[in-house]
């Protein structure tokens, strides 16, 4: 079965940086786009970010434009999640997900495939 394994989340002070990771098995990795979501205590999962499998094209969402940014490495079937000047409000878990289709559709429902998530904490 397909597997979606996040890593890198931690805590970290407001202003600073941390990068996250996720390794695809089983998946033909080329073929899906991919993306991260995240999801704060008592809220919904929301998009973050997503990059499709091939130019690559990348999509944001606006509270992380310019603060994040996406990007894969097809050889290694991972993709990353580079966040810099990192906020409170961005604390969440941090989902990995794949999309067979281009990954402009930023509804969590209509993904494939998810990862366990990892826990980012930005600290005031």
């Known amino acids: 079965q397909v597997q979606l394994v996040e890593s890198g989340g931690g805590l970290v002070p407001a202003g600073g940086s941390l990068r996250l990771s996720c390794a695809a098995s089983?998946?033909?990795?080329?073929?899906?786009?991919m993306g991260w979501f995240r999801q704060a205590p008592g809220k919904e999962r929301e998009f973050v970010a997503s990059?499709?499998?091939?130019?690559?094209?990348?999509n944001y969402a606006d509270p992380v434009k310019g603060r994040f940014t996406i990007s894969r490495d097809n050889a290694k079937r991972t993709v990353y999640l580079q966040m810099n000047s990192l906020k409170p409000e961005d604390t969440a878990v941090y989902y990995c997900?794949?999309?067979?289709?281009?990954?402009?559709?930023?509804?969590?429902?209509?993904?494939?495939?998810w990862g366990q998530g990892t826990q980012v904490t930005v600290s005031s």
């Open positions: 990059i499709n499998w091939s130019s690559p094209r990348t």
């Open positions: 997900a794949a999309d067979l289709s281009d990954g402009t559709n930023r509804g969590a429902a209509v993904w494939d495939y």
């Open positions: 089983r998946l033909t990795f080329n073929y899906y786009a």
